[in-house]
């Protein structure tokens, strides 16, 4: 079967680094994508990877590798808007997006 | 400015009854998806149209239809509405596969009572 593994949730505190992680087995790969989902609104796209690496963002980095199935998203120096869900979705071989149920992300000031 | 939208924003209905939910887009995008998302899952696709005229099956089909007639809209109907299609509905659009990200509408919150 195809799974999208995430946690579920996790706190940081406002001006620091956080990482979060995200495994994939699927059928095929096509590339990695990371949205963002405020609650209540729409997904809105982050960040795309189909090579192994880090692509930088400004605050925003997204790593992949794809030997190991993984990938991670890094948010340098925390906001409070950046408390939302983060949601992380695979391509597979047929071109359909494989979703991840996303992890809330909770920002103390 | 090129969007997305999507109507009603809620909507409260009864079982057994027909439903329609529309999706409206201006980026002259082939590609449109419809999804639910649902506490503790991930967004699982019910219907996708890669063009005018094409319709196909997603992982979550049973009890919906969508038809294109044109590039703008992609409607989905619930045939005899169930509890358990009580959700949060997005559609969203994208120029292509294989890398091109995708576009989504606010969502319509479905209750089905």
């Known amino acids: 079967g195809q799974n999208i593994d995430q946690p579920t949730e996790m706190t940081a505190t406002e001006g620091a680094i956080v990482q979060i992680n995200c495994t994939y087995q699927t059928s095929g790969f096509n590339g990695l994508f990371w949205y963002q989902q405020h609650a209540g609104e729409a997904p809105t796209f982050l960040s795309y990877n189909v090579l192994d690496g880090l692509e930088e963002k400004g605050r925003f980095s997204s790593f992949l590798s794809r030997s190991k199935g993984y990938s991670y998203l890094l948010l340098k120096e925390l906001q409070m808007k950046d408390s939302a869900s983060y949601l992380c979705?695979?391509?597979?071989?047929?071109?359909?997006?494989?979703w991840g149920a996303g992890t809330k992300l909770i920002i103390k000031p | 400015d090129a969007e997305i939208t999507q109507s009603p924003r809620h909507k409260i209905t009864e079982t057994g009854r027909q439903v329609t939910l529309a999706c409206h887009q201006t980026?002259?995008?082939?590609?449109m998806f419809w999804y639910r998302q649902d506490l503790g899952h991930g967004l699982r696709l019910i219907h996708y149209s890669y063009g005018v005229q094409d319709t196909n099956k997603g992982e979550v089909s049973d009890g919906y239809s969508v038809s294109r007639s044109n590039t703008e809209d992609l409607p989905l109907t619930l045939e005899s509405a169930a509890s358990s299609q009580t959700s949060v509905y997005f559609c969203?659009?994208?120029?292509?596969?294989?890398?091109?990200?995708?576009?989504f509408g606010p969502g319509t919150r479905l209750t089905v009572t």
């Open positions: 979705a695979v391509e597979d071989s047929n071109y359909q997006l494989i």
């Open positions: 969203a659009s994208s120029r292509g596969t294989g890398g091109h990200e995708q576009y």
């Open positions: 980026w002259n995008h082939n590609n």
